[in-house]
């Protein structure tokens, strides 16, 4: 009986934390001088089938995410180019988004794909998004209309390395140009290619991106201090059962 309960008490802990997921969501805007409108805009990735274009984000400007703790990234918003944007109206595309943490510099990417990705690449989307969004002449800078939301998070620690996006559209009927910036020295870079090529373009481009997610709380010591006072309860009733 006092297993049972050292144990239940430990799991509503734990619950306890893994609830705080939900009340510390926040966001990132990369880079983070984008409140205005970028300098550049793109049709990549989403407008072009067959296509593969691998976005890197400096870690150090996810400004609001924790260098040292684990961030669940839950959705991806973009925005229409505020000058050569024009209204999605419910155009679909099919695509594939993985994410891992990569060792290369911003503006360091490899033209050959398989060279920027991490270890812990991980396929956070594979379907069909149907984005909606109007365009707004004269205005100086769109919303960020435009979401992905990820059906697997994507767990990232800044503080192990840069973040690489990874995106393959196989098929779209989307036609507008996004946001982006393209300069050197900046806190995005990409590289550009066929789905087919095992590499493509690198250039300093990159979408203005707002991120979503959630800090990981960790599991707090006296919740971990009860899940080992109950195991070694429990191997203690084992050793004198099995003396019996």
């Known amino acids: 009986m006092k297993l049972r309960i050292v144990i239940l008490v430990a799991g509503i802990l734990l619950a306890i934390d893994d609830s705080e997921l939900s009340a510390q969501g926040f966001g990132a805007l990369v880079p983070s001088d984008s409140a205005l409108e970028a300098n550049s805009s793109t049709l990549q990735p989403f407008s ?25 990234l839950s959705s991806l918003y973009f925005r229409l180019d505020s000058i050569t944007g024009t209204t999605i109206g419910g155009q679909p595309a099919t695509l ?22 991490g ?21 100086t800078v769109e919303p960020f209309d435009l979401r992905i939301a990820l059906q697997q998070p994507f767990f990232y620690r800044p503080s192990m390395g840069n ?21 050197s020295g900046d806190p995005v870079s990409s590289v550009f290619g066929s789905s087919t090529a095992p ?4 250039s300093s481009l990159g979408l203005v991106t707002y991120f979503v997610g959630n800090i990981v709380p960790e599991p707090s010591s006296f919740a971990i201090a009860l899940i080992g006072i109950a195991v ?12 019996a």
Request: net charge neutral; glycine share 6%; no cysteine.
């Open 96 to 117: 594939e988004i993985r994410m891992s943490t990569t060792s290369r510099t911003v503006d360091g990417l490899s033209p050959v794909f398989g060279d920027n990705i």
């Open 48 to 72: 072009i089938p067959f296509s593969r274009f691998q976005q890197v984000y400096l870690a150090g400007n996810l400004i609001d995410f924790d260098p040292n703790a684990v961030t669940r």
């Open 163 to 183: 973040l690489l996006v990874d995106f393959t559209v196989s098929s779209s009927a989307i036609q507008s140009e996004l946001d982006a910036w393209s300069r």
């Open 199 to 202: 590499s493509g373009t690198a």
């Open 119 to 139: 270890a812990d690449e991980t396929t956070v989307f594979a379907g069909t998004i149907q984005w909606s969004a109007f365009h707004h002449p004269g205005a």
């Open 232 to 243: 070694f309860a429990f191997m203690r009733r084992r050793r004198k059962q099995t003396k």
